[in-house]
């Protein structure tokens, strides 16, 4: 299914989880027109969490669970930021300055807002339902990826959990990633879960009191299809281990 703002994909899926990508395109609608910035600059980690995207689609189809991918860039606006947050519709990001963005009035605030944002997490919240209406209650399983370097500073961690205070099932899964000899696993390293900046997960997960998970992956091992295939195996064993055994 696909909507103006979102695709789903299995929706019918019948695993009690739902996978939710906030950053899965770069794409521009046509109403917004090329927001005042070279089509390379399109391509960057600005506009989109590269590789994202089909790493959720492959642990959507290996846990038989729905997944669901806001598909408009985050310069369009961030799906995973909450209203009045500066990174909303950034007006510069990574050094780069985004004109169309700049001194956006409060109607096209609000349109944006309303089109996309709303709309977006409209469908989680359905998909959501859904579970619970079923007698699931659904983990909730946030997909991101990260820059190999920013500003400068190198990322060592090829994969890294964020969590917030409820950190149960984040920490059985680091503690299965960490099975894995030789890759190096972060703990809310170099980004947390804070209720305060994220939306997706506190606004899906923590408010209604499901099981979730944050996860981020290094670009550059997730920017090819091999990549995004043996990464999403790493992940999917640590979480099938991790729920193994709350239960």
């Known amino acids: 299914m696909t909507g103006h703002a979102f695709r789903t994909v299995n929706a019918r899926g019948a ?55 806001a598909t408009v860039s985050r310069l369009v606006i961030d799906c995973n930021r909450n209203w009045g947050d500066p990174g909303l519709m950034p007006e510069i990001s990574d050094g780069t300055p985004i004109p169309a963005n700049r001194g956006i009035g409060a109607a096209e605030q609000k349109r944006r807002w309303d089109v996309y944002h709303r709309a977006y997490h409209a469908a989680i919240d359905a998909a959501i339902e859904a579970k619970l209406e079923a007698g699931q209650r659904p983990t909730i ?16 961690w090829q994969i890294a959990m964020c969590a917030h205070e409820e950190r149960g099932l984040n920490d059985r899964v680091l503690a299965e990633l960490r099975r894995n000899a030789g890759i190096v696993v972060g703990d809310n390293e170099p980004y947390n ?6 939306f997706s997960i506190p606004h899906h ?43």
Request: with cysteine; hydrophobic share 50%.
């Open 15 to 69: 695993a009690p989880m739902i996978f939710i990508c906030d950053h899965a395109s770069n794409r521009v609608p046509p109403e917004i027109g090329d927001l005042g910035i070279d089509a390379a600059e399109m391509q960057r980690h600005i506009a989109w969490d590269i590789g994202a995207a089909a790493v959720t689609e492959i642990l959507a189809q290996r846990f038989d669970a729905p997944a669901l991918f």
């Open 141 to 156: 399983v946030a997909i991101h990826s990260m820059t190999p370097a920013m500003k400068g500073v190198l990322r060592p």
């Open 205 to 247: 997960a923590m408010r209604r009191g499901l099981p979730h998970l944050q996860v981020e992956f290094r670009q550059d091992e997730i920017d090819s299809p091999a990549g995004q295939a043996r990464w999403a195996a790493i992940f999917a064993t640590a979480i099938q281990a991790a729920l193994a055994e709350s239960r």
């Open 193 to 198: 879960l804070d209720p305060r900046e994220d």
